[in-house]
């Protein structure tokens, strides 16, 4: 199975001493018969006292508590992780002799995932609508060809604001990024009758400068006989070893990799950040 060293810097630069108020970083990926965390390191600079929790998701968070002034912020998590992704046969196999509707119980519990604003939700329809075929396609299969539409119709873009696009504005541009993407993908997938989620993680790109990547975002959703299914609609992914998960939540707004804030008469930041993920194995 694959296996990935990663190793995320973050350095905050104030241009005077400023105070850090206590920071959620959500930087440690979620273990399940889908990944396995091998080693994990957190450092920070300055020094704080870190706790951990899970947040209202499962997601892991590091709150880190700092206790002297600074006029710079390092943030360096590195990892091990084994994937363990499944083939489209084995996805097969499970759709095959699974149920396409959802419960009583799992329709309740997959409310906040499901429901959606309606102007995202009816702008999305009315693209699905635009480019659908005469040809008959089962829930999985149109949730796939979302996707792929995402992927060739859309043009990446880099963007360093922080936010998110809403579904209409990344329609209307035809443009956006991997986060804006996953947006798109959520809301595709509701107006499907499908639950979504937005996640942020790593993905593995062979051709990668060491510390050129940053964080990745994509959306997963849930079907019945397959369960939570990853699909990337930037890279053309689906349920693949090389995406590595570390938190999740109904919409991206609420899940961003370090959240935090700092107070300092006049003090401003520049932010830098370098992601680097090397396959081992």
Known sequence: MPVFKLRHATAYVFSSPVTLSPHQLHLRPRADHKLRVQTSSLTLSPLAEVVWRNDLYGNSVAI???????????????????TFPRSESQRRLLLENGTAEYSAIERRMLGPYINQPWEAGNAAAEWIRRGAT??????????????????????????????????????????????????????????????????????????????????????EIYLPALGWIELDATNGLVDDGDLIPVASAATGAELTPISGAFTGYGATSTLRVGVDVAKLA
Not at 72 to 82: A, G, H, M, P, Y
């Open 64 to 82: 880190a508590h700092f206790t002297s002034q600074a006029t710079q912020l390092d943030i360096i998590s590195e990892l091990e992780v084994e």
């Open 134 to 219: 005469s040809v008959r396609k089962g829930q999985y299969e149109r949730l796939l060809e979302c996707a792929a539409r995402i992927r060739y119709e859309f043009d990446y873009r880099i963007r360093y604001e922080q936010g998110l696009q809403t579904p209409q504005e990344t329609l209307q541009l035809h443009s956006g990024t991997c986060r804006d993407f996953a947006e798109l993908m959520m809301a595709a997938a509701r107006s499907l009758g499908c639950a979504a989620r937005f996640v942020t993680g790593y993905v593995f790109a062979p051709n990668a400068a060491p510390d050129s990547s940053s964080p990745h975002a994509w959306a």
